[in-house]
């Protein structure tokens, strides 16, 4: 199975499967209930039937939503990682080029050991069981 792109993380609607899906599951549900899902759905962001596929399928004690906030964290930290690597990259050709180490370089450094802490946080959160 192909992993997830990272423009898909997100995305409201599945991937699409080799000669589609053919089989309707129909779910009877009182009003009451009716009701608090459309209010758990609304809460995740997500569509009822979604709300129900991904609650079936999910591994014990977990929430898709979680996922996708998780996943959503972990975008983000991969583009300050991104940014984060641009400044080191320009702190180092500076002081290549004049031999000087730049004053804001601490603060690039200690940037850089916040995001690797929040890294780490969410790489625990994976693996939380």
């Known amino acids: ?3 997830p792109k990272a423009a898909r993380l997100g995305k409201s609607r599945r991937d699409s499967t080799p000669g589609g899906r053919t089989r ?4 009877y549900v009182t ?10 759905a609304s809460q995740a962001n997500v569509s009822v039937p979604r709300l129900l ?4 399928f999910a591994a014990a004690g977990e929430a898709a939503h979680d996922r996708r906030n998780l996943a959503a964290e972990l ?4 583009t300050l990682l991104g940014a984060v690597s641009n400044n080191v990259n320009q702190i180092a050709r500076h002081a290549n ?3 000087e180490f730049p004053d804001d ?21 994976v693996m939380r069981p």
Do not use: N
């Open 1 to 3: 199975m192909a992993e």
């Open 24 to 27: 309707r599951v129909e779910v």
């Open 31 to 40: 009003e009451a209930e009716k009701a608090a899902l459309v209010v758990r």
């Open 53 to 56: 596929f991904e609650g079936a």
């Open 75 to 78: 975008l983000g930290i991969r």
């Open 97 to 99: 080029a004049t031999g």
């Open 105 to 125: 370089a601490a603060a690039a450094v200690a940037v850089a050991r916040r995001l690797m802490a929040r890294i780490d946080e969410a790489v625990v959160a």
